[in-house]
């Protein structure tokens, strides 16, 4: 049996004929009737009989293959697909669409937590139920996928002909413009040796040979005008346009198409929908105290760029330049528009799940609520079949609910890195793309394409832009349970800790009050006593390091960086409204320096970013931080004659924020300083 023959086959079959003939008679007719311009009428007649057929198959194609009506079909499904997702909406459908699964679908099942169980069968149908009819207007996506194939080579073979005809009729012209220059040399020539010969016959004529030079010279010819050997827009061009036209749409649904596969497949709880997080450098020392050390990413970005980089690539494959940018553009609108609405609503969803006290994370009265309604039908399940087998362990039920909640954590905060993962993909296919316009010719067209690849560069930032506001959302959702910890830790509230907490943690329940409160009004033997004893500080740090160290593991390591400079920048300025309550002697602002000291040192330890190694730069990136320090050099002034020396100093560095309304206020507390002299030295400031 014989293979089908395409009408990609029959293309090149006809272009290959009309390249060969011309390599092989082009030059001897260039030789032999180059003068006659017999060189460019053999171009345009090969090119005739090229164009008289190949636009005949390509239009058959088209009409056999219905483009227009697959167009029309495409764009109708593409639009769908757009306002679902852009709307920030679609993810809320699926979840809703996926209850038929499971019972009680929602964004813990999503994340393999509670009692949801997949039937793969029912799965299978709702991926196709909510493809907004892509199966049903335009096909399954591997035949789809395979039409896009034939389309691209289609235009490849045009293309690549187009190039090579393009290139003859330059050479064509090359060859005309060398013959006149050729002929041109040759009767200056002849003119010089014409004049030479009559000045060797009379001496009175000697310069007359220069001054008929001087003459020619002095009459310009005219430059060479290439001829037009072909004209700048033919039928095969105006076909070529069309189809690229037709596919470029189907293109753009495609993706669309595959992106949405991705949305649905990983709305499912499935393991091999998390994967290691591909950021992180290789060759990089991690160590399990790591920001980011068991960081997770979804497979929602890897499926989509791929989508997305096969897409584009095979249309700068067709060479076609209008093909290509339409590419870039509609690679570059489904990444800013739709991957970036649904990677933020996935973020919210799993920001939502982590909020202390109602979702995965441990609250002020013990494990979140969301904690114990997914790991109720799960872990303890599994521990009602050992009670009837009688091998009961509490310990293993501890540890198992224990893994059920890290792995809900950390799958929560896969949805955030997800925006990382985003913005390193798209600048690789940004270079990707940039390296493929080299195999463009160069020109007005190409560096258009260049132009649409660039607003990638857009998109990166979007991605960036809602990747830090993520990141600001869960730390304000954090924000109640950092002023509770640090309330516990001073002494403004019980620090009430109950049995489900320290289950969590797998330490003991901590039901009494912090070993020591925030005290500043010292004399020796207190001041001996806090020397010796654990301090609050020491207290409200462990306490941070319970909220923070979860998130921190599993999140990205410059998300986990800011996350904790929010966290710190809270609790910082938490301290600060406790401080401005308290009094202080000499040796509790000595206490004081040493308090923020070890914070400062806390905070140094907690964050992997080399930018922010030293004190100045940790201290710009979290002003509430550099307020505490600010706050401790200002209380322990031995002198009030040195405020005005110490704000001079520190205003010139840089690093003073405080106004002098507060300086007034943080003074008075301490008790050895009078409060009118505070006051006359303000007012001598503020004159």
Same mark, same amino acid.
């Given at each position: 049996l014989g293979k089908r023959v395409t009408v990609c086959t029959k293309l090149a079959k006809i272009y290959n004929a009309a390249v060969t003939h011309l390599r092989h008679h082009l030059p001897m007719v260039t030789y032999a009737l180059g003068v006659a311009d017999g060189d460019a009428a053999?171009?345009?007649?090969?090119?005739?009989?090229?164009e008289k057929r190949a636009v005949q198959l390509i239009r058959d194609y088209a009409q056999d293959r219905q483009l227009g009506e697959y167009e029309s079909r495409a764009e109708r499904v593409a639009q769908m697909i757009e306002d679902r997702y852009v709307n920030g909406m679609g993810v809320e459908e699926l979840l809703q669409g996926a209850a038929g699964i499971g019972d009680a679908y929602g964004p813990l099942q999503m994340m393999g937590l509670g009692s949801a169980e997949v039937n793969?069968?029912?799965?299978?149908?709702?991926?196709?139920?909510?493809?907004?009819?892509?199966?049903?207007?335009?096909?399954?996506?591997?035949?789809?996928?395979?039409?896009?194939?034939?389309?691209?080579?289609?235009?490849?073979?045009?293309?690549?002909?187009?190039?090579?005809?393009?290139?003859?009729?330059?050479?064509v012209n090359k060859a005309r413009k060398l013959r006149l220059e050729q002929k041109r040399e040759e009767e200056r020539r002849k003119k010089l040796e014409e004049e030479a010969r009559r000045a060797r016959g009379a001496q009175s004529t000697m310069f007359s040979g220069d001054d008929d030079e001087r003459k020619d010279g002095d009459g310009a010819e005219p430059d060479y005008k290439p001829i037009e050997i072909l004209p700048p827009h033919t039928q095969l061009n105006e076909i070529v346009s069309e189809v690229?036209?037709?596919? #470029?749409?189907? %293109?753009?649904?495609?993706?669309?198409? *595959?992106?949405? @596969? +991705?949305?649905?497949?990983?709305?499912?709880?499935?393991?091999?929908?998390?994967?290691?997080?591909?950021?992180? #450098?290789?060759? %990089?020392?991690?160590?399990?105290?790591? *920001?980011?050390? @068991? +960081?997770?990413q979804t497979s929602v970005v890897e499926e989509c760029l791929y989508a997305a980089q096969r897409s584009t690539l095979r249309a700068f494959a067709t060479g076609h330049v209008g093909t290509a940018s339409a590419a870039a553009n509609f690679c570059t609108d489904s990444l800013g528009r739709v991957l970036l609405s649904v990677l933020t609503r996935r973020a919210e969803l799993g920001i939502d799940t982590l909020k202390p006290g109602e979702g995965l994370l441990p609250g002020q009265g013990g494990m979140?609520?969301?904690?114990?309604?997914?790991?109720?039908?799960?872990?303890?399940?599994?521990?009602?079949?050992?009670?009837?087998?009688?091998?009961?362990?509490?310990?293993a039920e501890k540890a198992l609910v224990q893994q059920r909640i890290t792995i809900g954590v950390a799958r929560a905060c896969a949805n955030l890195n997800d925006m990382e993962v985003a913005i390193d993909y798209t600048r690789r296919l940004m270079d990707k793309f940039m390296g493929e316009t080299q195999n463009y010719?160069?020109?007005?067209?190409?560096?258009?394409?260049?132009?649409?690849?660039?607003?990638?560069?857009?998109?990166?930032?979007?991605?960036?832009?809602?990747?830090?506001?993520?990141v600001n959302v869960?730390?304000?959702?954090?924000?109640?349970?950092?002023?509770?910890?640090?309330?516990?830790?001073?002494?403004?509230?019980?620090a009430v800790a109950s049995g489900a907490t320290s289950f969590l943690v797998g330490g003991t329940a901590t039901t009494t009050r912090a070993t020591a409160r925030m005290n500043y009004e010292l004399d020796d033997a207190a001041y001996e006593l806090t020397q010796v004893s654990e301090g609050y500080m020491t207290k409200l740090c462990s306490s941070l390091d319970e909220l923070v160290e979860p998130l921190r593991m599993h999140l990205a390591p410059r998300l986990a960086d800011a996350l904790f400079l929010g966290i710190l920048g809270a609790a910082s300025r938490r301290l600060e409204s406790s401080i401005k309550r308290s009094k202080f002697t000499a040796l509790g602002a000595i206490s004081l320096d040493s308090d923020v000291r070890y914070l400062v040192n806390y905070a140094k330890g907690h964050i992997d970013s080399p930018e922010l190694s030293s004190?100045?730069?940790?201290?710009?990136?979290?002003?509430?931080?550099?307020r505490m320090v600010q706050i401790s050099l200002l209380m322990n002034v031995d002198d009030l004659e040195d405020v005005l020396d110490l704000i001079a100093s520190s205003k010139r560095k840089g690093n003073w924020g405080i106004k002098l309304d507060d300086v007034k206020a943080l003074l008075s507390l301490r008790v050895e300083f009078e409060g009118r002299k505070v006051n006359e030295l303000l007012q001598v400031e503020d004159e």
């Open positions: 053999l171009v345009q007649l090969v090119h005739l009989e090229v793969p069968d029912a799965a299978r149908a709702l991926l196709e139920q909510n493809d907004c009819g892509f199966h049903a207007e335009v096909g399954r996506l591997i035949d789809v996928d395979a039409m896009m194939d034939e389309a691209a080579l289609l235009l490849q073979h045009t293309e690549s002909y187009e190039r090579f005809v393009r290139h003859g009729c330059d050479e690229g036209g037709h596919y #470029s749409v189907l %293109e753009r649904c495609l993706l669309l198409a *595959s992106m949405q @596969r +991705a949305f649905l497949t990983a709305s499912f709880p499935d393991d091999r929908n998390y994967t290691p997080l591909a950021t992180l #450098s290789a060759t %990089e020392a991690r160590t399990p105290q790591s *920001s980011g050390y @068991r +960081a997770l979140g609520a969301a904690a114990l309604a997914a790991v109720r039908d799960t872990a303890l399940r599994g521990v009602g079949r050992a009670k009837e087998s009688a091998i009961y362990d509490e310990a010719p160069r020109g007005h067209e190409t560096e258009q394409l260049r132009m649409c690849i660039k607003g990638l560069d857009t998109v990166i930032e979007s991605f960036r832009t809602n990747s830090d506001r993520t869960l730390i304000e959702i954090l924000a109640p349970r950092i002023r509770s910890i640090v309330n516990e830790a001073v002494g403004q509230e019980s004190n100045v730069a940790l201290y710009s990136a979290c002003n509430p931080l550099a």
